[in-house]
Every structure is written in structure tokens, then in C-alpha cells.
T-cell receptor, first 114, second 114 residues
Framework: AQSVTQLDSQVPVFEEAPVELRCNYS??????LFWYVQYPNQGLQLLLK??????LVKGINGFEAEFNKSQTSFHLRKPSVHISDTAEYFC????????????FGAGTRLAVHP | NAGVTQTPKFQVLKTGQSMTLQCAQD?????MYWYRQDPGMGLRLIYY???????DKGEVPNGYNVSRLNKREFSLRLESAAPSQTSVYFC?????????????FGPGTRLTVL
């Protein structure tokens, strides 16, 4: 069965510092990869997704992620965070060739401090 | 354009009571989904509807039923609520059931079962 591991449950960081949120997945088949963000008391919103092509994917709000097939990873990065980036971030995979049935990681809570 | 809406926002039930969570989307999407979100576990798929007139089980369907009332609306019913169903419930929709499609989420319903 597919699974997604987000290696850090919480990441504290100071404003304007860089951040990396780590995501690894287990799969023996091709997958599509997604990062979603959940701001407090809101639903999830897509940040970016990898379907094919360039392994570096750029998303909204200055975030980017790099797909690494050999390490089965899809880490999310931002070079300089803002207070407004404080939220929970979810990595998700969708095995290719099937229905749209996302498998989510447990989430990483990013706390940006002034 | 409201996107995905859910009612109610909050609900408290006693064990054994029943209730229906409502979801509607105004994006003319074909596919709709119900997830539950529990601390430390990310989101897990309860049921989905690939298109109007069809529904299928997800990862955690026990204790739930769904109805795809029409293209816009997808409801989730708890026939006899249990404390283990205390959770935050999210509805989502996508244009198609394709594994590459983005899912759009509602704001969630926070359910407590006493």
C-alpha cells in the first residue's frame, strides 16, 4: 500500500529565514505528487503539484518543490518565509493509472516567528 | 463563485444520534469526495463519487453512507454516531476523477460525538 511520510510534525522558523519541509513516499509505481496548505480554520488549498517533466516545480506564494525519484522524495522549500506562511502543510500522492484518490501525509505545522 | 461549501460548520452529537453533512460545489465538477481529518493522521478518504450517479468506498467507509444527490451536491450520513467519529470532515471536488486533477476543498465541519 502507498504511504506518505512527513518527517517533521512541527517546524519553527524565524521570519525571512529559509525553510524546507520534508516528504517521502513509498511506491513501486509511478505517482503524481502534491503539496497542500491549510491555514487556520480553513480547508486545504493546492500549493503545487508534480505530474511530469522538470523535477523542480514552482507553486504559489513563492514555494517550490523538487521531485527526486531515486530517493522517493518531494521536499517543499521557500527561500524566505513570512508570518503569513504559518499553516499546516500536507504532502499527498496519487498513484498513476487510477482514480483521484489522494493519500496524505500526517502534515507539518510551520510556525513562523517574528 | 463560492467554490465548495459545507454545512454545518460545527456539530455536537450524542452517541447513537444520526446526522447528515451537506456539501455543494458550484464549479460544475464531475467528481466529489469526503475526507476525515484526525490529529497526526492527515486526511483519509471516506467515500468518493467519480461522477453523478456513482459512489465508491474509500479507505475508511465503515459507519458512513453517502448520497450524490445531483451534480452539485454530495452528502455524508452518520446513521448511529460513535465517539470514534469525532473528527473534522472535509468535502472536496475535482473536474474529473483523473489522478492528475486538482481537488478543491471546502472549509470543513467539526463534529464532536459525546
Amino acid at each position: 500500500a502507498q504511504s506518505v511520510t512527513q518527517l517533521d510534525s512541527q517546524v519553527p522558523v524565524f521570519e525571512e529565514a529559509p525553510v524546507e519541509l520534508r516528504c517521502n513516499y513509498s511506491s513501486s509505481v509511478s505517482v503524481y505528487l502534491f503539496w497542500y496548505v491549510q491555514y487556520p480554520n480553513q480547508g486545504l488549498q493546492l500549493l503545487l503539484k508534480y505530474l511530469s517533466g522538470s523535477t523542480l516545480v514552482k507553486g504559489i506564494n513563492g514555494f517550490e518543490a523538487e521531485f527526486n525519484k531515486s530517493q522517493t522524495s518531494f521536499h517543499l522549500r521557500k527561500p524566505s518565509v513570512h508570518i503569513s506562511d504559518t499553516a499546516e502543510y500536507f504532502c499527498a500522492v496519487n498513484p498513476s493509472g487510477g482514480y483521484n484518490k489522494l493519500i496524505f501525509g500526517a502534515g507539518t505545522r510551520l510556525a513562523v516567528h517574528p | 463563485n463560492a467554490g465548495v461549501t459545507q454545512t454545518p460548520k460545527f456539530q455536537v452529537l450524542k452517541t447513537g444520534q444520526s446526522m447528515t453533512l451537506q456539501c455543494a460545489q458550484d464549479m460544475n465538477h464531475n467528481s466529489m469526495y469526503w475526507y476525515r481529518q484526525d490529529p497526526g493522521m492527515g486526511l483519509r478518504l471516506i467515500y468518493y463519487s467519480a461522477s453523478e450517479g456513482t459512489t465508491d468506498k474509500g479507505e475508511v467507509p465503515n459507519g458512513y453512507n453517502v448520497s450524490r444527490l445531483n451534480k452539485r451536491e454530495f452528502s455524508l450520513r452518520l446513521e448511529s454516531a460513535a465517539p470514534s467519529q469525532t473528527s473534522v470532515y472535509f468535502c472536496a471536488s475535482s473536474e474529473e476523477a483523473s489522478d492528475t486533477d486538482t481537488q478543491y476543498f471546502g472549509p470543513g465541519t467539526r463534529l464532536t460525538v459525546l
